[in-house]
């Protein structure tokens, strides 16, 4: 019966250590050095309706907006992770086919291989800036605005996540799209 007592002690310890003490620490840790990321990143309107999150990458069809990498998971966050498909599951490439030609790819104007591959998550929320400035002219036309008015909006949201050690510029696809909303047509 001791070693049944004794074996519960060390059982509930254990958990309020590790499940309660832990947990709260890693909260506590995150809530004061980065409260926007640790609470998701939330993107919002004024009267608080949220519109999305910074970190997750959205569904986004229609040709007046920038279009996010594909998604293995369809863009359902509590499915994330890629598929198990080869490059040679007829499924994958059947889905990449699709991709380019929504795009209007050609062989003169090729699709970079971001837009027709999906992130390793499934829910990346960024593009590069080489991915971005390939929607131009077909969210120009949507819009009926001028090309330049849409790249002036990503070269002010395009950031190198590694700072110098990194070349490739990135874009949120979400902010994009909201900054995008915001441009005037003429």
């Known amino acids: 019966m001791e070693t049944i007592i004794a074996i519960l002690r060390i059982t509930v310890a254990t958990m309020a250590i590790c499940v309660g003490g832990y947990t709260t620490a ?65 499924d994958l490439t059947d889905r990449a086919a699709k991709t380019v030609e929504a795009y209007g790819a050609t062989a003169e104007n090729p699709l970079p291989a971001e837009l027709a591959a999906a992130s390793g998550g499934g829910l990346d929320p960024h593009i590069t800036e080489r991915a971005a400035r390939y929607q131009v002219e077909r969210i120009a036309r949507a819009r009926n605005i001028a090309a330049p008015d849409i790249e002036k909006v990503i070269d002010e949201n ?29």
């Open 26 to 90: 890693v909260w506590a840790i995150g809530q004061s050095i980065t409260p926007d990321t640790a609470n998701g990143s939330l993107i919002t309107r004024a009267d608080g309706t949220i519109l999305g999150s910074k970190q997750e990458a959205q569904a986004f069809t229609r040709p007046q907006y920038f279009w996010p990498r594909p998604s293995a998971v369809d863009f359902k966050a509590d499915a994330a992770g890629g598929s198990n498909k080869s490059p040679t599951s007829t």
């Open 158 to 186: 395009a950031f190198s996540p590694g700072g110098i050690f990194t070349t490739d510029r990135l874009v949120n696809v979400l902010d994009m799209n909201l900054a995008m909303d915001k441009v005037p047509v003429r």
